[in-house]
């Protein structure tokens, strides 16, 4: 399934909610950054936001709070709170890191495509590896973020595949977003956000027992 005439040519990871189980550290910071401001966090502004960059996160908080703060100070308070609870470690979602370990070894190149800043990231997929991915691009690194579809492109190109030939794992409406407009078949694997089939995006409950012989069916397909 390898070389620039197979049906695959790459596979592209979401970190956050896709490969580990980090969308709670970040709904915790998320409360914490809020009430710095003085206003509330729900379970739905939480749910509104998952995928999305600091920044847009941090303008969202303070529109919400209706207060007049810094968006880079507040996108700074966010990171840091996640940092001090990603201390604790983020335990990889079931099936991800097989199905790294899987990809890893096939000789198909892969990415680690995430929203969260390159500061954070080493630590945050640690149980997984950033080494285990051919190249790795981060919130801070691309010009627009998720929904845009600059990651994914960015990614693609990286790797010399064509996003037509990649095949994407997801959790977010965003990120879903995102590589479906770069071009990506599509896996939205189901964490705190409910997808419907069709077309290019196909869902899963888990990614357990995924292989590649089904991920390269998705695009020879």
């Not at 964490?191 to 888990?206: K, S």
Request: with cysteine; hydrophobic share 50%.
């Amino acid at each position: 399934m390898t070389g620039s005439g197979a049906p695959l040519q790459a596979v592209l990871f979401d970190m956050d909610g896709t490969l580990i189980d980090s969308e709670r550290l970040w709904g915790t910071a998320e409360s914490a950054a809020a009430a710095s401001l003085g206003g509330e966090w729900t379970a739905q502004d939480h749910r509104r936001n998952i995928g999305g960059a600091a920044a847009a996160v941090a303008r969202y908080m303070i529109e919400r709070a209706g207060v007049d703060a810094d968006a880079h100070a507040v996108a700074a308070r966010l990171q840091a709170e996640f940092a001090r609870l990603l201390a604790g470690g983020a335990e990889p979602r079931p099936g991800a890191k097989e199905l790294v370990a899987r990809v890893a070894g096939s000789g198909v190149p892969s990415a680690l495509v995430t929203s969260t800043q390159r500061a954070l990231v080493g630590s945050a997929i640690g149980a997984i590896g950033v080494d285990s991915f051919d190249v790795s691009v981060a919130g801070d690194e691309v010009g627009a973020n998720k929904p845009d579809p600059a990651p994914y492109l960015t990614a693609a190109r990286l790797l010399g595949a064509d996003p037509a030939r990649c095949v994407a794992f997801e959790d977010s409406e965003v990120g879903v977003a995102s590589a479906l407009a770069a071009g990506c078949t599509t896996v939205a694997v189901v964490d705190q956000v409910g997808f419907t089939p069709g077309g290019r995006l196909h869902v899963l409950e888990t990614l357990e027992g995924v292989d590649l012989d089904w991920v390269g069916s998705l695009v020879a397909a």
